[in-house]
């Protein structure tokens, strides 16, 4: 498995930190770490993917159910996304707006853009 998954707590917000491929093999570690996350409570979620070196379809079919998730149970879910350099995330970015779904997420530079409540989201 080409993943690895950091959880930090920063109240109300609970940071996964992922880094590695996010792809059919791996997908399912994302899914089940928000479940369990919404499963305990914590309904306001950043995930970081500056550190994700590849998003395949999977990936990206795991972002939008997670989505779909934090929205069914009132929460909030959040994506730190790079905009350049193949090595912070910017491909994740790409992948994501060539399908036409990067507009539907909160995406923001950095964990702390993130965590501000009057920070705004990046534009598409």
């Known amino acids: 498995m080409t993943i690895q998954v950091d ?16 792809d059919l093999v791996t997908s399912p570690v994302i899914r089940r ?4 996350a919404v499963a305990g409570g914590r309904h306001d979620v950043v995930l970081d993917l500056s550190a994700v070196r590849f998003c395949d379809s999977s990936g990206v079919g795991v972002l939008v159910a997670a989505r779909r998730l934090m929205r069914s149970c009132g929460g909030r879910l959040r994506l730190i996304l790079p905009a350049r350099g ?9 992948v ?22 009057d920070a705004a989201p990046l534009s598409a």
């Open 7 to 22: 959880e930090d707590r920063q109240e109300p917000w609970t940071v996964l930190r992922i880094g590695g491929e996010l």
């Open 96 to 117: 994501l707006a060539a399908l036409g779904v990067r507009r539907l997420f909160e995406v923001y530079a950095d964990v702390p853009a993130a965590l501000d409540g």
């Open 86 to 94: 193949a090595e912070d995330g910017a491909h994740v970015n790409r």
């Open 33 to 36: 770490r928000l479940h369990e």
